[in-house]
C-alpha cells in the first residue's frame, strides 16, 4: 500500500482531527441506539409487548436524524478538507456504515409493527424458539459489528462477513418450517407470514451488519471487498 496508512491522529490541522474524531464518536453512538433498537423490537416482538414496540417504534425518529446530522457533518469536511488516501476512505465508510444503520434501524422498527399483528397464542413452540434463536444471533452479529468498528479490526470484520452464512441458514430452517406450517393449517397463514416478515427483518439486519463489516476492510485495507465470494475473500487480501 502507499504511504497512506490509516492515521486518524497525525495532521497538519488539529481542527481537523478533531472533526474527523467527532464524526467517528457520532457514529459509534449512533451505532449504540440502533443496537437498542433491534434488541428492544425483539423483545417487543417476542414478548407481545406493544408498549416496547411504541417506543422503538417512536425512536426511530431519532436514528433518522442522526444519520442526516452526520451526513451533514461529512459533507462538510469534504467540502472545506478535500480530504485525500485514508482521510478520504474513513469520510466514504462512515457515509456508506449510517446509511447502513439507518436501514438497521427501519428492520427494528418493522419488528416493533409486527408485534401488534402475531397473535402470540398461535405461535408455536418451535417457531418462537427458532425466531428468538435468529434474533439473538443477529444481535450478537450487530455488537460484534460495532465493535468491530470501534476498533478498526479487519480480521473480525472478515470473521463477522463470513458468520452471515449461517444467519442465512438460520433464516431458511425458520421459513422452511413456516411453510409447512401454513400448508398444513391455512388458518395460521395471517400470523406465519407476520412470523416471515420479522424473520426478513432480522435476515437483513444481518445483511447490513455485514456491509458494515465490508467498509471496516476498505478503511483499513483501502480494499472494496463487496461482492467478492467467501473462497476468494482471503486470498484477495493476502495479496495487498
Not at 418451535?126 to 434463536?133: C, T, V, Y
Request: proline residues 1%.
Amino acid at each position: 500500500m502507499e504511504n497512506d496508512e490509516l492515521q486518524l491522529s497525525q495532521h497538519i490541522s488539529k481542527q481537523f482531527n478533531q472533526e474527523l474524531e467527532d464524526v467517528r464518536n457520532q457514529v459509534l453512538k449512533m451505532g449504540g441506539l440502533v443496537e437498542r433498537q433491534v434488541q428492544d423490537g425483539l423483545n417487543s416482538l417476542l414478548n407481545g409487548d406493544v408498549k416496547l414496540a411504541k417506543k422503538v417504534i417512536k425512536r426511530d425518529r431519532k436514528v433518522n436524524a442522526m444519520e442526516v446530522g452526520i451526513d451533514e457533518s461529512c459533507v462538510e469536511i469534504l467540502a472545506r478538507r478535500q480530504p485525500a488516501a485514508s482521510d478520504l476512505r474513513l469520510v466514504i465508510s462512515i457515509i456508506k456504515t449510517i446509511t447502513d444503520l439507518e436501514r438497521i434501524g427501519d428492520e427494528a422498527e418493522k419488528l416493533a409493527n409486527s408485534t401488534k399483528m402475531i397473535d402470540e397464542d398461535k405461535i408455536t413452540d418451535r417457531q418462537f424458539h427458532e425466531l428468538r434463536s435468529l434474533g439473538e444471533s443477529v444481535i450478537r452479529m450487530l455488537k460484534r459489528t460495532l465493535d468491530a468498528t470501534a476498533r478498526m479490526d479487519v480480521e473480525e470484520a472478515l470473521d463477522i462477513i463470513k458468520s452471515d452464512v449461517e444467519i442465512n441458514q438460520e433464516f431458511e430452517s425458520l421459513s422452511r418450517l413456516l411453510v409447512l406450517k401454513m400448508m398444513e393449517d391455512p388458518r395460521c397463514i395471517k400470523d406465519a407470514l407476520s412470523i416471515s416478515w420479522s424473520a426478513r427483518a432480522l435476515e437483513r439486519i444481518g445483511d447490513h451488519a455485514k456491509n458494515i463489516c465490508e467498509y471496516v476492510v476498505y478503511l483499513v485495507k483501502g480494499k472494496d471487498v463487496r461482492h467478492i465470494s467467501m473462497e476468494d475473500l482471503d486470498d484477495t487480501l493476502d495479496d495487498l
